[in-house]
């Protein structure tokens, strides 16, 4: 059974927001905080800035479309 995703939010006392994205693969985590943003904003709440301080599994899936960006770059150059 795969693991349950989940998003703890904590509101500190002077307003800000701390987000952890739990058991999210890659970088489905970066589009449900684009989607949580937008849920916000419903409500009209408003996210002026967000920092995003990466978890390893999010480096290892950039590292890998980084890879794969790159190869596809490669065999663009070889046959043109």
């Known amino acids: 059974m795969p693991s349950l995703k989940t998003i703890h939010i904590l509101v500190k ?15 489905d985590c970066l589009a449900a905080g ?3 943003h937008a849920l916000l904003a ?5 996210v002026d800035q967000t920092t995003v301080t990466p978890k390893p599994e999010l480096l290892a899936a950039q590292s890998v479309q980084q890879e794969v960006v790159a190869e596809a770059n490669q065999e663009m150059t070889m046959e043109g």
């Open 13 to 27: 006392e002077d307003g800000s927001v701390t987000t952890d994205f739990q058991n999210f693969t890659g970088a």
């Open 34 to 36: 684009k989607h949580l």
């Open 42 to 46: 419903q409500f009209g709440v408003q």
